[in-house]
């Protein structure tokens, strides 16, 4: 089992006062509704479907997803939508973006509420916090990673972007955030929003983030982003729970935030399931049949 290549330090600084990632990336749709969703009414980011989910192979696990940066829960309605078609008990809670330890027990404390077995999916970011906050929930069977980060203990975000070429989100940060203090934080913290509008080496939203998104729809992701605290991405992750639980991933091959190459080592590491799909890194938005189809898999796995 290899481990990820290691940045120099100064590159490591460089990318910790400057960069952050999507986690995730993911994309925040609130105003919008999916085009590629079934019939099936899409919820809102916070309610979970009452449908049965008995079967005679006993009680399908409940599903939990979790959003990156520069997104909300509902970037999942796509996936939502089809996962409650199926009979499955969905919740998609938010993702406060605050940093890895706040956000997985944050995590983890909604997760305790929830009765029976649970399989938890990350998107981007939200898989630096699945793979934390699983380790503390004892009910958590199954970890699914679509287009995200998969650490090992005391790997950050901007290491893992740095340990191969390709990412987007390393370049100058000028270029590419807007960078925006909040209260209470940190000193010296700021939120970063990612601009829309291509500058220098930084393609634009649409090419680097949301690739593969129709531009009206992606121009509507921009406008209503959550923003991410720039420290998140310099907190190590904890002892992760992939060495304990099943997991499986999905690649995206046109990922411009989070290289290809890199998840599949990430992935190989874990020993996860791998499904590669040609999509960019919402592939929860442009692919949820093929997202929905690899959770579903884990979640009939652990039952």
Known sequence: MRSLPRPRTRRARALAASCVVAAAATVFAATSQVTAAPATTATTATTATTASAETDGGAKPTIVLVHGAWADASSWNAVIARLQHAGYTV??????????????QTLASFVA??????VLVGHSYGGMVITDAA???????????????IPDEGETVFQINAARPGSC?????STFLNLVPYPKGPSGDVDAYLKWAPNGAYKGFQDCFANGVPAAQARLLAAGQRPFAVSAG??????????????WAVVGTQDHVIPPAEQRAMAERAHAHMTEVPAGHLSLVTRPDVVTRVITEAAEAVR
């Open 135 to 149: 380790a503390k929930s004892a009910n958590v069977k199954a970890l699914v990673y679509d287009d995200a980060y």
């Open 169 to 173: 989100v390393t370049a100058e940060p």
């Open 113 to 118: 509420t929830l009765p029976g077995p649970v």
């Open 234 to 247: 310099s907190e190590p992750s904890g002892a992760p729970a992939w060495k304990s639980l099943p997991s």
């Open 91 to 104: 919740y998609a809670p938010p993702n406060p973006l605050r940093g890895v330890s706040y956000d997985a």
